[in-house]
């Protein structure tokens, strides 16, 4: 069974019902877990949290249909050398380095990752696989 990172954008939508994101969001976790193992790391655990007052909440929310895994330390070196490359292409400094955890993370451990806002990622993991709308 394959496994996919989920990107937090996609459970924010989820967990906001936001108006226009949602129904694809939903959907698409929907279809991905009838055929793979969803997995939140403790980037999109910490982006995902600003939607809940307590911890057992945000736990809750996410039951049993994810999987935990921490970040592999190869992913933080994946990240910080994209990172370098975003940079040295004229890439902002506005905190980006959650998603190149994010991505560095999905490519160490061979997952596809569903997100929403693929053009980063495609852009500096080309061999990851995107999943998007």
Known sequence: MSRVLVDSNVLLDVFSEDPTWFDWSSDKLAELAERSILVVNPIVYAEISIQFDRVEDLEDAL???????????????????????????????????????????????????????????????????????
């Open 63 to 133: 039951g049993d249909q994810f999987e935990r895994e921490a970040l592999p330390w190869e992913a933080a070196f994946v990240a910080g050398k994209s990172f370098v490359s975003y940079r040295r292409r004229g890439g902002e400094r506005r905190s980006p380095m959650p998603d190149f955890y994010i991505g560095g993370h999905a490519a160490v451990r061979g997952m596809g990752l569903l997100t929403r806002d693929p053009s980063r990622y495609r852009t500096y993991f080309p061999k990851l696989e995107i999943i998007a709308p």
